[in-house]
Structure formats: C-alpha cells, structure tokens
C-alpha cells in the first residue's frame, strides 16, 4: 500500500488535554507533513518537518520525526473544540504527497 | 496566500453519464496538480498526477480511461469521471503546488467535489 499507517484511528478526549497521534512510512521521505480535514471539506497545512529535522514547533502543535523508525507524532497541547476534525500524515517525496490513513479527532467541550 | 478554487462542491449524477471537475490555481502557477479520491472515513488516495501541457501519470489500478484528466494551462487542471457507476461516488479533491516551490512545501488543496451517482 502506498499509505502510511497513522494510530489511534480515532481519539477522543476533553477540552484542555493533549492529543498524541503518530504516523509510521515505509519508504524514504524528503519531508513530512501534517494537515488537518474538518468533516467533508479540503485539507489544510499544519506543519512540515524536514528529514533532517527531529522536532518541530508550531503554535500549540508539536512535531517529531524519527527517521531511523521511520516515524512521526503530533501532539496538540490544551486541546479545544475546534481542534476536532482527522488529522493526516503525508510523507513527501519524488513530488507526490502519499497520505497516512489519518486519526479522527474528537474534543468534548 | 494561496488559493485553489474546485468546482462544483457537490454533483449529483445520473449512471452513465459524464461529470467535469475543475480546479483552478487563483494567484500562483502549477505545472502540476494532483487528483485525489477519498471514502468515507477513509484517507486521501492519489489517483493521479496531472502535467500542464502532457499526459496525465495515473496511479496503479487507477483507469486512466475513466477518469480523464487534462491541464490544459498553467492554471486549470480538469478531471472527467466518464460513464459514472455508483461506485465512483466519492469525495474528489485536487492540489496545486506552486511551481517556484521546490521543497515539497507548496500544496494548496481545493475544498473537495462529492460526487453521488444515483
């Protein structure tokens, strides 16, 4: 398969927590990235990590890239509401964008 | 910042017939666009890479004769599902990268086509 396996497949926890999701590859990446996809609508870029980089940061997001494991976490710290939607992986390489199976998010206010 | 405009958001079919999404890079250049198919609850699944001024390069098991794609300008990438069955009802999406963006960081998505064929 040309995906990636992402876990948990669905995830479901209180305002105001942490959310971990991770993402594993099988083949060689030039980067990685994170996007999010609200209920039947177009994905949005969260955050790329480059194959040389081991952790990133944005706003409450934080990224980790393992290449010798060949895997990736987000994290989202001090959950919200708003923050439910799936969330997908997609490792970057030879110019596709090949997606993870993605983890649904759920935050309960 | 970028913007990918897909066209229509929703189209409701009869079997046999055709349908045409569009998908337009507003205010940047994509030699190439990607055509993506998602399920429900399902991940994306890339179904082809769309080349402004070539033939389009299929994914394996993906009919090249079913879903024709064309990038007739810099600008516009097109995907015609021909002789729709039910079972093509999906969720189409298409993503433009930005041609001056090498890095692999320039991907814009289009907000999604759901195609229902009755």
């Known amino acids: 398969s040309q995906q990636g396996e992402e876990d948990p497949q669905a995830l479901s926890i209180q305002e105001g927590e942490n959310a971990t999701m991770n993402c594993s590859y099988k083949t060689s990446i030039n980067n990685l990235q994170w996007y999010r996809q609200n209920s039947g609508r177009g994905l949005v870029h969260l955050i790329l990590i480059r194959s040389n980089e081991r952790e990133k940061h944005s706003g409450r997001l934080r990224v980790t890239l393992d290449t010798s494991k060949k895997s990736s976490s987000l994290l989202i710290t001090a959950s919200r509401a708003a923050d439910t939607a799936s969330y997908f992986c997609a490792r970057y390489n030879t110019d596709k964008l090949i997606f993870g199976t993605g983890t649904r998010l759920q935050v309960f206010p | 910042g970028a913007v990918v405009s897909q066209h229509p958001s929703r189209v409701i079919c009869k079997s046999g017939t055709s349908v045409k999404i569009e998908c337009r890079s507003l205010d940047f250049q994509a030699t190439t666009m990607f055509w993506y198919r998602q399920f429900p609850k399902q991940s994306l699944m890339l179904m082809a890479t769309?080349?402004?001024?070539?033939?389009?390069?299929?994914e394996q098991g993906v009919e090249k004769d079913k879903f024709l794609i064309n990038h007739a300008s810099l600008t516009l990438s097109t995907l015609t599902v021909t002789s729709a069955h039910p079972e093509d009802s999906s969720f189409y999406i298409c993503?433009?990268?930005?041609?001056?963006?090498?890095?692999?960081?320039?991907?814009?998505f289009g907000s999604g086509t759901r195609l229902t064929v009755v």
């Open positions: 769309s080349n402004e001024g070539s033939k389009a390069t299929y």
């Open positions: 993503s433009a990268r930005d041609q001056q963006e090498h890095s692999g960081h320039g991907y814009t």
